[in-house]
């Protein structure tokens, strides 16, 4: 290997990469469009047949929604697509090569095909054969690795959602405690409060009774006084 990359094979993949993306920018540069739309367009030239939303680009170009969604906006932009929302779905947008997309295609391929050319001189076809199955493993370990470290970041997301359920459910349980006590407390108020209004009921209907009862005797004793009155005077008339 030539001293002036780095030793292991993931660096000179990176630094691969990185010179593709280089020359593919300055070789679709007179084409007005850069490396990144153009993946997004040859894609749309190889399923022009078919209908092609917005979301099947982005599956299968592995992006994300922002860039995507940046791609697209630009494309539009320079008039190479246009887009249309579902009427099923409003987030479903559906994209369409225009007349001046299409009139690109045949420069796109030709540059791609120039330099994959120019990137391969100097390899057999046994080489390359080799360099393919190599490259192939080394994706599907990515891709292992990927699925992975999705599995532990979804395994994560639950064990951090099951601990703050937990203290949910641990605030719930104190502050059901709490106000059970305060209803405990409450009961206590009510009931004290019931038992004294009992008490104030029999102080009121011992009252009650006893403003009766000396009204009866207090009737009973003038009764007793009139007969004693008119026993009197009776005597009185008889002498």
Do not use: W
């Amino acid at each position: 290997m030539s001293d002036q990359y780095e030793k292991g094979v993931l660096k000179v993949l990176r630094y691969v990469y990185n010179q593709m993306e280089r020359c593919r920018n300055a070789d679709f540069d007179a084409l007005g469009i850069t490396s990144s739309q153009a993946s997004v367009m040859m894609f749309l030239f190889k399923n022009r047949k078919h209908e092609v939303t917005q979301q099947s680009v982005q599956a299968a170009l592995l992006l994300s929604h922002p860039t995507i969604t940046g791609l697209m906006k630009r494309l539009e932009a320079k008039g190479f697509i246009t887009r249309k929302n579902s009427p099923a779905d409003f987030r479903c947008k559906y994209v369409k090569l225009t007349k001046k997309g299409c009139d690109i295609e045949r420069g796109l391929k030709t540059n791609m095909k120039r330099m994959q050319d120019r990137a391969l001189v100097g390899l057999s076809q046994e080489e390359l054969d080799n360099l393919e199955k190599s490259l192939c493993v080394i994706a599907e370990n990515l891709r292992k690795e990927e699925d992975m470290l999705a599995a532990e970041r979804i395994i994560q997301d639950i064990k951090e959602r099951t601990k703050e359920e937990e203290k949910e459910e641990k605030e719930g349980e104190k502050e059901g405690k709490k106000k059970g006590k305060k209803k405990k407390r409450r009961g206590k108020r009510e009931e004290k409060g019931e038992r004294q209004e009992r008490r104030k009921r029999r102080r009121r209907g011992r009252k009650k009774k006893g403003r009766k009862r000396r009204r009866r005797e207090k009737k009973k004793k003038k009764k007793e006084e009139e007969e004693i009155k008119f026993s009197r005077l009776l005597h009185t008339s008889f002498l």
